[in-house]
């Protein structure tokens, strides 16, 4: 037997062992779109997808497709059979309606099928930022349990390592550069925009403490905490109270000064972008062919710039532009 044979065989053995049978290098992940939720947006588009949150997942190699509101059943479940991943962005919706949201319940119905079919066997990963975050935990809750009163607007800080820290994915420590794991922990490089947020009490008096670990908190100006990172312990969910994507792709230096826009702090949003991405690359969904894929990219749709005075967003797109409004 010929060496050469040899080492394709122990090749083939440490791929399948690995568990890593199948890498998808095209991976399609969908951002559940929300109602517009400032006056200023609303005058453009009833439905709305951050760009900033577009460039995130494009940083790290994918591509997005819009998950649309207001859709029977059969929608989300062909467009959850067809795509990688599931982000759920950030955003404002008042606690009053939080769970009856259109959002909320788009999310539910992708948590519910993604749990299915990681029980299955079938990859499929989850994030959520900021909103997205707090909707995610709600869902398993049951229940709205985002507390108000925070004061963590605007501001630029190191995370506080959690109790799960050391066995996180997304900060694993072999994947991870050491100085950046460092940096993050210790430098002013994530950026907090949140009033509302969910503390430890709360995670562990709903039950969250079965699905999910936490990975950093972090505490306000007051010195309240509150849970910044997490991740679900058997499934490939995750989800950050803070924003990468702003450290990258929003720039206004009036409503957002505190950003952060060093170096360490583009190396972990770009890092966390990469690493979604990873994540999507498991996942063996797919469109039946490129032609029914294609209409549902978000490149179909042309992005109106809404920076400068007009919101914290450089860029949105409007799913439903009222009549009048072009680019």
């Not at 969910?237 to 929003?250: C, R």
Request: proline fraction near 4%; hydrophobic fraction near 40%; charged fraction near 20%.
């Amino acid at each position: 037997m010929s060496s050469a044979f040899v080492t394709i065989i122990i090749f083939c053995l440490i791929y399948v062992c690995s568990g890593n049978r199948y890498v998808n290098n095209r991976p399609v992940i969908g951002i559940v779109a929300r109602k517009t939720s400032s006056r200023v947006l609303a005058t453009i588009g009833s439905s709305v997808v951050v760009a900033s949150y577009v460039k995130f997942i494009e940083t790290g190699g994918a591509r997005v497709v819009v998950i649309k509101e207001g859709q029977p059943y059969e929608y989300y479940l062909r467009i959850f059979n067809s795509i990688n991943g599931v982000f759920m962005q950030g955003g404002s919706i008042k606690d009053a309606r939080l769970m009856k949201s259109e959002y909320a319940r788009v999310a539910k119905i992708m948590l519910d099928l993604a749990i299915e079919s990681n029980k299955n066997g079938d990859y499929f990963p989850i994030w959520g930022t900021c909103l997205g975050f707090q909707v995610l935990a709600s869902l398993v809750a049951g229940k709205n349990i985002r507390l108000g009163g925070f004061d963590a607007v605007n501001r630029a800080i190191p995370l506080v390592i959690g109790q799960d820290f050391n066995t996180s994915r997304m900060f694993n420590v072999m994947s991870t550069p050491a100085d950046l794991l460092e940096a993050v922990t210790t430098e002013n490089i994530t950026y907090h925009n949140n009033e509302k947020g969910i503390t430890n009490w709360m995670f562990k008096q709903h039950g969250l403490d079965e699905l999910f670990k936490v990975v950093t908190v972090n505490t306000d100006r007051k010195g309240l905490e509150y849970i910044s990172s997490i991740e679900a312990i058997d499934y490939p969910f995750y989800a950050v109270q803070w924003h990468p994507e702003k450290t990258m792709y929003e720039w206004n230096r009036y409503q957002n000064p505190n950003i952060p826009r060093t170096t360490n702090a583009i190396r972990i949003a770009q890092h966390l972008a990469n690493f979604f991405a990873s994540e999507a690359r498991k996942s063996s969904h797919t469109f039946k062919s490129e032609e029914e894929e294609l209409p549902h990219l978000i490149s179909n749709i042309q992005p109106i710039f809404t920076g400068g005075n007009l919101t914290t967003y450089e860029l949105c797109y409007f799913l439903e532009r009222h009549q009048g409004v072009s680019p």
